[in-house]
């Protein structure tokens, strides 16, 4: 006959009963605790990320949905016939995909950024092991375009990074907040939903607006690429700026690259040359000299400026000139780019006027264009300065600038 049940002396039921109040009504939400943790694990993933637009209206940068797959290892009944079948799924080899399985942590990130085709593909084929995340990719529809004033993002974790340019410099207003999902397990630790947690919605990033205009980029990029070409050049720049407001309408740099794969490309192209070379701008500030004479009477109406000897002698030095020998009127000197004129006009003038005329300019302080890495350029102070200062800073030499500054001087 069977055996009959085994019985507790009262005693022993005593205790049971003791135990089970004490689990289930003392302590009950210490182990309610412990019970939510092994079922419940909470996964955040960053919100969309906002748009650069230009001001005529095109997304230079912008983020599409993907999905982010989650493999749990633990829930894997076969891990090598998974890597052969799922490789080609995430774009590497078998043994690749089985290391990773095999020597990494309990859950481990397949793939990111990946179409929902591909991850329901990949869920197939170990459903109780596999969880999807919401994710996006960035993407930049109009390709190169600006592409060295955009910048470009790196990813951390499921987090879209700026890391170049004004993806970078606008990081935490384009990145926005992000949103909270509950992933919940059953008791043999299966993932069974994942629910979006009510207060936890996340925010999209903020759109960034510039004062761009993607026509006149394109087209500026047009005509300067064939300059880049037919003159062999290392590099070239270009600014168009609105003179009134200052608004920059083209911001050029070439050679240039594909934001959506900088990598591939040299971190020389990443730059964004009009802001961050600074060089000796020559005779691009000999109106601005010009400027100064006449602001500070140095100059009389109608006189006239000898340059008849192809040059002149400043502190024991020949400065040559280039310009046809004769007498020429101040504008005269400005048109031709007369440098014995130009010597002359700026030796008329104490240091200090001629100092504060560059300083007024902009030159050697940054524009705060809100791009980082900004050269301020150098404007050397007058106590610095030698015997030949005057003559070569009213050349353009002794003094390096940017061609944002040099455009916004000229506005």
């Known amino acids: ?43 955040e993933a960053p919100g969309p990320r906002g748009q650069i ?39 590497c080899t ?15 990130w397949l793939d990111q950024q990946v179409d929902r085709d591909t991850a329901e593909a990949i869920r197939e084929l170990a459903p109780a092991a596999i969880v999807m995340v919401p994710d996006a990719k960035r993407i930049y529809p109009m390709g190169a375009v600006a592409a060295p004033v955009i910048g470009f993002v790196g990813r ?28 919940v397990s059953d008791a043999i630790q299966r993932r069974v939903r994942l629910e979006r947690l009510p207060d936890n919605e996340g925010r999209s990033g903020y759109d960034l607006e510039l004062t761009l205009h993607a026509r006149h980029q394109a087209a500026c990029e047009s005509a300067l690429g064939s300059v880049l070409e037919t003159q062999r050049a290392k590099s070239v720049s270009a600014v ?12 050029v740099s070439l050679p240039s690259y594909e934001p959506g794969r900088a990598g591939d490309f040299p971190p020389s ?33 109608g006189e006239r400026f000898d340059c008849r000897q192809k040059g002149t002698w400043v502190a024991g030095r020949w400065m040559r000139d280039h310009v046809a020998p004769g007498l020429y009127t101040l504008d005269e000197v400005v048109i031709e780019s ?8 700026a030796q008329r003038m104490s240091p200090e006027l001629l100092w504060r005329t560059f300083d007024a300019f902009g030159f050697g ?30 050349l353009g030499q002794e003094v390096t600038a940017t061609p944002l500054q040099l455009a916004m001087a000229y506005g």
């Open 338 to 345: 007369a440098n014995a004129g130009m010597i002359e006009i």
């Open 269 to 301: 192209t990443w730059k964004l040359r009009p802001v961050q070379d600074a060089y000796e701008p020559g005779s691009i500030v000999k109106p601005m000299v010009a400027a100064a004479a006449l602001a500070g009477d140095v100059v009389r109406p």
């Open 94 to 108: 078998e043994d690749e995909l089985r290391r990773r399985i095999e020597r990494g942590p309990r859950s481990v």
């Open 1 to 43: 006959p069977p055996h009959p049940p085994p019985r507790l002396d009262s005693s022993a039921a005593s205790d049971v009963y003791k135990r089970q109040v004490q689990i289930m009504v003392l302590d009950h939400e210490h182990w309610a605790e412990r019970a939510r943790r092994q079922h419940e694990v909470v996964i």
């Open 156 to 183: 951390e974790e499921l987090v879209t990074v700026g890391r170049y340019g004004l993806e970078n410099s606008y990081d935490k207003v384009l990145a926005g907040e992000p949103q909270k999902f509950l992933a």
């Open 53 to 91: 637009r230009s001001a005529d209206g095109y997304v230079l940068a912008t983020s599409v949905d993907r999905l982010a797959v989650q493999l749990d290892t633990r829930e894997l009944t076969a891990p090598e016939i998974f890597a052969r079948a799922a490789a080609p799924l995430v774009d």
């Open 365 to 394: 302080r940054r524009t705060g264009v809100g791009y980082p890495g900004e050269s301020c350029g150098i404007l050397p102070a007058t106590r610095s300065w030698s015997g030949l200062s005057q003559a070569s800073l009213s």
């Open 240 to 251: 168009v700026l609105e003179a009134r407001t200052g608004s920059i309408l083209a911001l």
